[in-house]
Structure formats: structure tokens, C-alpha cells
């Protein structure tokens, strides 16, 4: 197996691009920004063809270091959730509804009504929710197909439309289980034909198409793959490929990933599985997390307060931080105060106290998997701005009982260029 293997990710920031080799060692990276999305309220929408122009930029960014001759595969992921509308030769209909758009309040009520409990369609920011918004306005006009942001960036470089995979396709509503559209679709009157051939993220597709191709000095025989969301592809870029590999988000808020051997549903903790392959990537959200943190310490007063911690000589203080009240899982209360008494009178404690509270918060969102059906935790790697901290590193180490590192590369576009080298999730 020889050439180069190209992972496009489209952010909400920018379009980065990374070529690595078939050891997986990469080859080069390039970035390209992009301007905000319009913001009307809950509309928050995007003109797509800022995404081609700078996924085409990011493309020839990366040609000026890297041979782009050599390329074999390609695969795009995009925002989970973003969706438009594109006539038969992939001309857009609609703007780009961004994953955050919620302005679909009616039909989300609508799904809301009709769909299981376990699909991930639900909310006013579902593809789903913004397809009935698409086909109820007036957009639908020569639409052909109802394509997702990572969908309609790939079917330009194959000019082949109307492809999705199945983790895009799991918000619009797609059965990951029965691995087909579920009848349910129908009685919320979706066009069917709309709705995009769903594959396997990394199952190749189409060839380039040979213009494009042509234009950014790739060749025409390199295949397009299905693709991902950005989500996704940032958890195989941390290379846990065994169930029971986990990946803790310590970001502003806390998302735990896991590997698992079956689907895990608890729609009302906020938890779904994406289909990765024959295995599942179940994944929960905290309320816990960076903001719980910074209502008590800046990022200098927490940078300065770093070495006094004693990650081995646990405080006692049975912490659980919240920025405000309400906790989503792994317990589910609206209502929820957070726990941050009693105050020690020195700042060091108080601040290793909150380190080891939100470890604990960790702990039981993966023991709270567990009880839904995960597999017993393997090893936990770390990915934001938290995962940096090697006190708190230490910490969770102590509190999860398992291995904890910090991951070595997170970028989507880095998980992307795996799946087109594996054709497929690990």
C-alpha cells in the first residue's frame, strides 16, 4: 500500500487539511479560515460555497510542501448536523444550515412526536429538524438531495452527489442499528428522495472528477470516500481503536467517548452511539468542566497554582463543580446544585479540590456507561485544554484507575487521512 491518504476537516474556524503517509506518519498540514456564519437569532446559516473555496485553498496550501500527485484516498468530515439543500449537478438551493442553527423549533416539536427515544434527529438543531425547516420554506424547488456539510465538500472533488455516511446521516434521522431509514421518516412527510445513499465512513465512492482533479494537481484516479463528522474524526485521530478505549474532552464543559461492542442509547442523559464499523462510539456531555472552574480561578491564577497541587495526597473534599445549576449526565437533574463546600482557606486546596471533583464527575459518567452496556474501561487518552494540566493528568489517573494520557494528535483532519489509509473506522 503506497501514496499519500488526504483527511480534509471542516470546522466552524476554518478547513485544515493533512496528508500522511501509509504509516500513518504525517506529511504535512494546511489551514485556511473562514469568516463567521450569518447569525439571525437561532438562524445561524453559511454560504456554502465559502467552503469549498477554502477546502480547494487548504488543498493547494498543502500541495506547496507536499507531492499531491501521490494522493490515493480522500476524506472529508464536517460539522455534525449541518445540512443544505443541492440540484442534480450539486448546485446549492438553500444556504448552509450550521450544527447550532435552531431556528427548526416547530419541526422539531414535530419529530419530537414521532421519533424513538434513542434517534439522534431529536432537537432543533437535528438535520432533520432543519430538512423539514428546508422542505416547509420553500426551498426545495430542483433540490435532488439533502446533503451534509462534509457530504456536499466531497461529492464537488468526485462531482458524484447525494452521498453520505453514517455518522453525518445519524442527526437526519438514519438507523445506525437496522443500518436504513426508518418508516418513521414518512410520517413526517420527508422527501425520500432527498434523502442521500448512506456508507460506511471511509468506504470509497467515486473517483475524482477529473477537472478538479486537474485544477489542484491531484490525480484523477484518487478515490473520494464517505466521510465523518468532525467529532468523530477527532476521536480516531487520538488512535483509540480497542473497546474500551476512552477519550475525555476537558474543555469548557466534560464529553466522555468510549469504544464499545454494541449501541448505547439513554436519550435521557444525552447519550447515543455513532456506528464506527462493527463497533460504536457511545458518548455522554457533563455540565462539569473548564467553566465550572474558571467562576473561581483564572487561566494564570490555575497556571500559577498548578505545582503547589499534590496529586497523591487527596484533599477529602467531595466536590461536584457546575457553572450553574443543572447537570445532563451522567446524572440527569436540571436541577442540580453544584457541591463546592466546605472552602478550604487555601486557594492550592480549594483549586485541587475542583480538580479532583470534575475527575470524579469523570469517573462516574464512565461507570455510568458501563451500567448502559459499555465494556469495562481499557485506558482514558485526554484531548483539550485541560488534558495539558499534568497534575490533574495524575489526578484522574488516581480517581479513573486506569491509564490516562494525553493525546499526541487530535486534529479531525489527521482522523479523516486514517480513515481514507484504513478504508474504514478502526
Not at 34 to 58: C, H, K, S, Y
Not at 195 to 215: C, H, K, N, W, Y
Request: proline share 7%; hydrophobic share 40%; charged share 20%.
Amino acid at each position: 500500500m503506497g501514496g499519500l491518504y488526504l483527511g480534509i476537516d471542516v470546522g466552524t474556524g476554518g478547513v485544515r487539511a493533512c496528508a500522511i503517509d501509509p504509516q500513518a506518519g504525517i506529511r504535512g498540514f494546511a489551514s485556511i479560515a473562514l469568516p463567521a456564519p450569518r447569525v439571525d437569532g437561532n438562524a445561524i446559516d453559511q454560504t456554502p460555497e465559502l467552503w469549498w473555496q477554502a477546502a480547494i485553498a487548504a488543498i493547494r496550501k498543502l500541495g506547496e510542501t507536499v507531492p499531491l500527485g501521490d494522493v490515493t484516498r480522500i476524506v472529508v468530515d464536517g460539522t455534525s448536523g449541518t445540512l443544505l439543500l443541492v440540484d442534480a449537478a450539486g448546485r446549492p438551493c438553500s444556504p448552509g444550515l450550521m450544527y447550532n442553527d435552531a431556528r427548526a423549533t416547530h419541526e422539531a416539536a414535530r419529530v419530537a412526536a414521532i421519533a424513538p427515544l434513542e434517534s439522534g434527529a431529536h432537537g432543533a438543531s437535528s438535520a432533520l429538524a432543519k430538512l423539514l425547516y428546508l422542505q416547509n420554506d420553500g426551498y426545495v424547488g430542483d433540490a435532488r438531495h439533502a446533503v451534509h456539510q462534509a457530504d456536499w465538500i466531497a461529492g464537488r472533488l468526485a462531482n458524484h452527489h447525494g452521498i453520505s455516511d453514517e455518522n453525518n446521516a445519524l442527526k437526519l434521522g438514519y438507523d445506525p442499528v437496522a443500518r436504513a431509514w426508518p418508516s418513521w421518516l414518512d410520517q413526517l412527510g420527508v422527501r425520500d428522495d432527498l434523502l442521500p445513499e448512506v456508507l460506511v465512513p471511509g468506504t470509497p465512492f467515486s473517483e475524482m472528477d477529473p477537472q478538479i482533479a486537474r485544477s489542484l494537481g491531484l490525480p484523477a484516479t484518487a478515490h473520494v470516500a464517505a466521510g465523518t463528522t468532525d467529532g468523530v474524526a477527532a476521536f480516531i485521530a487520538t488512535r483509540a481503536d480497542q473497546p474500551g478505549d476512552a477519550v475525555t474532552s476537558l474543555g469548557t464543559t466534560l464529553v466522555v467517548k468510549q469504544l464499545a461492542t454494541q449501541p448505547i442509547f439513554a436519550a435521557d442523559q444525552g447519550v447515543y452511539s455513532h456506528r464506527l464499523g462493527e463497533r460504536w462510539l457511545a458518548g455522554g456531555a457533563s455540565n462539569s468542566g473548564g467553566a465550572a472552574l474558571l467562576l473561581h480561578f483564572t487561566a494564570d491564577e490555575m497556571e500559577r497554582l498548578t505545582p503547589q497541587v499534590e496529586p497523591d495526597a487527596p484533599t477529602g473534599l467531595d466536590y461536584y463543580p457546575l457553572p450553574k445549576p443543572g447537570e445532563r449526565f451522567p446524572i440527569a437533574d436540571p436541577g442540580l446544585a453544584a457541591r463546592i463546600t466546605p472552602r478550604p482557606a487555601e486557594d492550592c486546596r480549594f483549586f485541587q479540590g475542583l480538580l479532583e471533583g470534575i475527575a470524579s464527575v469523570e469517573a462516574l459518567a464512565y461507570r455510568q456507561l458501563a451500567r448502559l452496556g459499555a465494556p469495562r474501561l481499557r485506558r482514558v487518552i485526554g484531548i483539550g485544554g485541560g488534558a495539558k494540566n499534568d497534575a490533574w493528568t495524575r489526578i484522574r489517573h488516581r480517581v479513573l484507575g486506569v491509564p490516562v494520557s494525553v493525546a499526541e494528535q487530535t486534529e479531525a483532519s489527521y482522523g479523516a487521512a486514517l480513515l481514507a489509509l484504513n478504508g474504514g473506522p478502526p
